[in-house]
């Protein structure tokens, strides 16, 4: 079982705060939510995994193709506070390069917000 909580932020930023595993049983539904919030015209998405406590390789793949389908669309997926076990495992499989990866909604946002007052 997974769960969300959606927040809309400004910046065209919406907060998405993950509970529950990322594995074959959830991780399509997070992708639709991904793709969903960038149909809508959000271009910055940000996966809180905070209270995630697994990722599987399917889950993996699928923040990989939400990561894709962002891209396709100017936009880009941030994740934050993520657990030390599963940091760990993105680590191991170089996410922490592909991704933007914060310790902190704030400085996620913050980040968010400095990137739009450059652009």
Do not use: H, Q
Request: aromatic share 6%.
């Amino acid at each position: 079982m997974i769960d969300f909580e959606r927040i809309s932020k400004e910046n065209n930023t919406v907060l998405i705060r993950v509970d529950g595993n990322l594995d074959d049983t959830t991780t399509n539904y997070i992708f639709e939510c991904v793709k969903d919030e960038l149909e809508t015209g959000v271009r910055n998405v940000v996966l809180n995994l905070a209270n995630v406590g697994y990722v599987s390789s399917v889950g993996l793949g699928e923040l990989v193709r939400a990561k894709s389908r962002a891209a396709k669309v100017g936009g880009t997926i941030y994740l934050c506070e993520i657990n030390n076990p599963v940091l760990e495992v993105l680590s191991l499989v170089s996410f922490d390069k592909l991704f933007n990866i914060y310790p902190t909604e704030g400085e996620t946002l913050e980040a968010i917000a400095a990137k739009a007052s450059t652009a």
